[in-house]
């Protein structure tokens, strides 16, 4: 993968239900990030292509490379899948050694693959073997501890990796633990591949201080860029320039109503389109009011036409101010406090 020497890469996180095609075609206008990565395409012995992520693939308007993340145990069975990728125009795949949902690595997936490095090994081996394509890895720092993340990327050392994401923090730390970028120095320092930071990372500034911090080569970016979709663009100005572009309460209104906008059309009435825009609003509104007023507000919402009114009254009122790109504390995204 050939990224600018010297600058920070920045990729935005794979989120599921959220990165969707139309939400990532939105950077078009707000400031592209130099990698996407799909929500995770589950293997198993029944898989083919999801839809969504079909979707993901298929005419991109971007001319930035995206990554397949796939999510499994079984080598055979990631091969497989990774076998029908190569009809889209994707440059890698990402392997998700790092997801924390209990219904996945309770069946040994995903995070629970953090316990087992000889596992990892053969996976990346056998899909090495038989695929040309870059291939590259998220992980957290361990299952429940970090006891064996030092095996894990002497692991990943071994082979030939595009990049490393760690999020950093362990599986059954879920979003509550403190993020410890240490990790990512200790990654850094051992790999050869790029190292992406990824967890917390809130603001352009703070990217930036990451990278600085960890030396490591970009960063991975997931709700923030749900909050502030300016972010990439920021890191971008900011880097290059020492100062950036700081978003107005007026651009998050307008932002939100496109938001509104391209959640319509996935959902089927307006009952589900209510609840699938408060997915969004969960994260963005955790930067609206310190009070978590809009939050309270958004989430009683029953149609549409309350949902506007609690944007246009909460988010509308303060126009002109510069909108807050971290979130208040105590304002919680809930139900898992993601
Ligand atoms: C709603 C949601 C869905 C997610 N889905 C995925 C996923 O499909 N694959 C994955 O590797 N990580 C997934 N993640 C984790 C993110 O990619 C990222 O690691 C995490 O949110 C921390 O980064 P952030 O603090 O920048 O959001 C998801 C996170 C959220 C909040």
């Not at 990224?3 to 139309?22: C, E, F, G, H």
């Not at 993340?69 to 994707?90: N, S």
């Not at 009011?289 to 009254?313: P, T, V």
């Amino acid at each position: 993968m050939i990224w600018k020497q010297n600058s920070i890469v920045t990729a935005l996180a794979p989120m599921r239900d959220i990165s969707t095609r139309a939400f990532c075609d939105l950077f078009l206008n707000y400031g592209e990030p130099d990698l996407y990565v799909t929500e995770f395409l589950r293997v198993h012995p029944a898989s083919g292509i999801d839809r969504n992520i079909e979707e993901m693939l298929i005419n991109r308007p971007s001319t930035r490379p995206i990554f397949v993340q796939l999510l499994g145990r079984e080598p055979v069975e990631f091969i497989r899948v990774a076998k029908l990728l190569p009809r889209y125009e994707i440059q890698g795949i990402d392997l998700n050694f790092g997801c924390p949902m209990p219904k996945i690595h309770r069946k040994g997936v995903g995070g629970a693959l953090l316990e087992e490095p000889w596992t990892i090994d053969k996976i990346l081996s056998e899909i090495a073997q038989s695929l040309e394509l870059p291939l590259s890895v998220k992980i957290r720092v361990g299952l429940e501890n970090d006891l064996k993340f030092e095996q894990i990327i002497a692991v990943l050392a071994q082979h030939s990796l595009s990049h490393v994401t760690v999020h950093a923090r362990t599986v059954c730390g879920l979003y509550r633990e403190k993020v410890n970028f240490e990790y990512v120095k200790r990654a850094k320092a051992m790999l050869e591949c790029k190292v992406f930071a990824n967890g917390n990372i809130n603001s352009a500034q703070q990217a930036c201080d990451v990278v600085g911090q960890t030396c490591c080569d970009g960063v991975m970016i997931g709700r923030a860029a749900v909050r502030n979709p300016f972010i990439f663009r920021q890191i971008r100005e900011l880097q290059a320039t020492g100062t950036c572009f700081v978003p107005k309460f007026r651009d998050a209104h307008s932002y939100v109503l496109q938001l509104m906008d391209i959640t319509e059309q996935s959902a089927p009435n307006e009952k589900k389109h209510v609840s699938y825009l408060k997915k969004y609003l969960n994260f963005i509104g955790q930067c609206v009011d310190r009070e978590g007023k809009f939050l309270h507000c958004a989430r009683r919402a029953a149609s549409k036409a309350e949902l506007i009114a609690a944007i246009d009254s909460h988010i509308g009122q303060y126009d002109g101010e510069d909108f807050h790109d971290t979130p208040y504390e105590n304002v919680i995204a809930r139900p898992n406090c993601e």
